[in-house]
């Protein structure tokens, strides 16, 4: 089946720290690729997405690129902020065609606080 | 444009009692997903619907239900409450045809 392993946490950094969580996966079919954020007391925000092998993700300062030879999606920020206190999921769909939709497999979300 | 809503926010419920939480999808989107978000567990996958049909069920059981009406919109239904099934939970909408969920912001449900 379907899974996703993402870095424990939680990871402590100082302002303007770069950040990597770490994600890979297993899946068959097409997959696709997601990080979700989650802050206290809210739902999921959808952060970026790939779709196929070598595409980057980009949103508000945060990168990740598909990489289908390591089956890697690293989360990646070149300089955190006390607002990226959050909870980050990284996130497969994998349906039977490409682009096609499915529901989401998680991994177990890893906890980021930003410090002054 | 609005977003995934959901209702109701919070409720709680004594075990063997039932629950039907509601959700409301972007407009324009088709499909559903639900997901419950338990302590310890993570987010696991529970329902997906999709022009009113069941697409996939998650490994839950038979008294996790659900359905989706002819505006999109969709319930969740849980019958025999018990514990173990204080969660968040989540919605999420997609258009057919797009990878991309967008999520609500979830119904906390606690169950004495």
Redesign the interface.
Known sequence: GNSVTQMEGPVTLSEEAFLTINCTYTATGYPSLFWYVQYPGEGLQLLLKATKADDKGSNKGFEATYRKETTSFHLEKGSVQVSDSAVYFCALSASGFPGGGNKLTFGTGTQLKVEL | EAG?TQSPTHLIKTRGQQVTLRCSPISGHT?V?W?QQALGL??Q?LL?Y?EGEER?R?NFPPRFSGRQFPNYSSELNVNALELEDSALY?C?S?Q???????????TRLTVL
């Open positions: 995934v499909s997903y997901y993570g987010l996958f997906w999709d996939n998650g989540l999420a997609s057919t045809g797009t990878v991309e969920q967008f999520f609500g912001p979830g």
